[in-house]
């Protein structure tokens, strides 16, 4: 069976006829509606009804038709240089497609797979209003993020007779401009884009931030949806604005995308922070190129993006070794404020480390990987769910 998704937001006949042309076999069209609930970050489908996401909408019923696809083709919008917040929503929701155990590849943390196999994958998104730059940004995003899902990469090219195209997995086309600077900042406007509604590691440095800064800090949540239209039109006359987020599939959640869509250009200065479940920075490097071409996009100087892996456990750890934990995230934006420009060293520690080296992936081999599993299952255990942890709900 191959599956085509409508993601779009003006859903053409036209097009859906010139990618089954491509297709020798029938395609069953799934359009989804905007909106799709964005994922919450609450674990459930991991840790209570594995393989199960909580939320009951189009996307959950639309999960049998993914899963049992031998290819799925996406129809996306593009927005502000990206995939836009439907598309991104629509990616984050297959994560029950995977379990919480991780593996090694290529120095780089996976998920398990949960299922046997999964659908190969095949982009379309309109090229109308991008760069070169932010066309790259999204094709690299995309391969770099079905390469996670076990799936092959293709891109249907041209809109009117549409081409085939494989894609190949490949690094990010981060770090193509330099971190910049400012004067000290007397204030700084801070978006919190988690959408954890409880047991938030990025609400808790945001806090230590704010003790240390005070009002020199203006924290902004982005779970606050109905601030956006007040929020976006200020952005225009902020001098200075921080996005800090917890990184999902590679990208942005994708209520911070639906925000970022919102945005004008405007002068003033940019900076990105990223905090993630995986060690290692690389995981972040792909929403480190699109933060650079955004800066761009919005006439505004590109003050840096900072990254820091292995925050997943923030929240469960005793308060002492959460504040030591914190220590350099706060520092690096305590140094931002005061000084206008983050310090790079500090930057260059936090994001280590980038990939994980020969020794590293032996020793994960040898002892990590039955340690960090390990977690897992005890988390499955202590909610009566481990029995049911390999099950594949989802297939026919
Ligand atoms: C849907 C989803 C996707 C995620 N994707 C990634 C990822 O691609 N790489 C990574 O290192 N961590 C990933 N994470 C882990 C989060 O970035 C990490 O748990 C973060 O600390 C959560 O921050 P918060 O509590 O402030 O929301 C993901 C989490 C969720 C819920």
């Known amino acids: 069976m191959k599956t085509l998704f409508d993601l779009r937001v003006k859903q053409t006949e036209e097009m859906v006829e010139a990618v089954k042309s491509i297709f020798e076999e029938p395609l069953k069209i799934v359009r ?19 393989g199960i996401c909580v939320m009951k909408d189009q996307m959950t019923t639309s999960y049998s038709d993914y ?54 994958m095949v982009f379309h998104y309109d090229l109308e209003g991008l760069t070169d730059q932010e066309e790259t940004v999204i094709e690299d995003y995309l391969v770099r993020m079905a390469f996670h899902f076990k799936s092959k990469a293709f891109r249907l090219v041209g809109n009117g007779s549409l081409q085939l195209q494989p894609l190949k997995n490949r690094k990010a086309n981060n770090h193509a401009i330099a971190f910049g600077s400012t004067d000290p900042m007397d204030r700084l406007v801070i978006y919190n884009g988690s959408p954890r509604r409880s047991g938030s590691n990025s609400a808790l440095i945001l806090e230590e931030v704010q003790k240390v800064l005070g009002d020199r800090v203006e924290m902004r949540d982005l779970k606050q949806e109905d601030q956006w239209e007040q929020w976006a039109e200020a952005f225009t006359g902020e001098k200075n604005v921080m996005f800090f987020m917890p990184l999902y599939v590679h990208a942005m959640p994708s209520h911070v995308m639906g925000f970022m869509e919102k945005l004008q250009a405007s002068a003033g200065g940019i900076s990105f922070f990223m905090q993630s479940g995986f060690p290692e920075s690389s995981q972040s490097h792909y929403l480190e190129a699109y933060f650079e071409q ?32 914190m220590e350099p995230l706060v520092k690096a934006i305590e140094t931002l404020v005061l000084k206008g420009e983050f310090s790079t060293s500090d930057i260059h520690q936090l994001a280590r480390p980038v990939r994980f080296g020969a020794g590293v992936q032996m020793l994960f081999k040898l002892v990590g990987k039955k340690f960090i599993n390990s977690f897992w299952d005890q988390k499955l255990k202590a909610n009566g769910a481990y029995e049911k942890r390999f099950e594949r709900p989802y297939r026919a």
């Not at 989804?32 to 594995?50: A, H, Q, S, Y």
């Not at 994560?95 to 949960?114: F, M």
């Not at 800066?295 to 308060?319: H, V």
Request: proline residues 7%; glycine residues 8%.
């Open 32 to 50: 989804l509606e905007d909106p799709i609930t964005p994922c919450i970050g609450c674990w459930n489908c991991w840790l209570k009804t594995p």
């Open 67 to 120: 899963v049992n696809s031998d290819t799925v083709i996406l129809l996306l919008d593009t927005a502000q240089g990206f995939i836009n917040h439907q598309g991104k929503v629509f990616l984050d929701r297959t994560i029950p497609h995977y379990h919480p155990y991780i593996d090694l590849v290529q120095g780089e943390c996976h998920h398990v797979a949960r299922y046997e196999r999964y659908p190969d």
């Open 294 to 325: 955004l800066s761009i996009r919005l006439g505004r100087t590109y003050l840096g993006t900072a990254i820091k892996g292995g925050m997943e456990s923030l929240q469960m750890r005793p308060e002492k070794a959460r504040t030591s934990m």
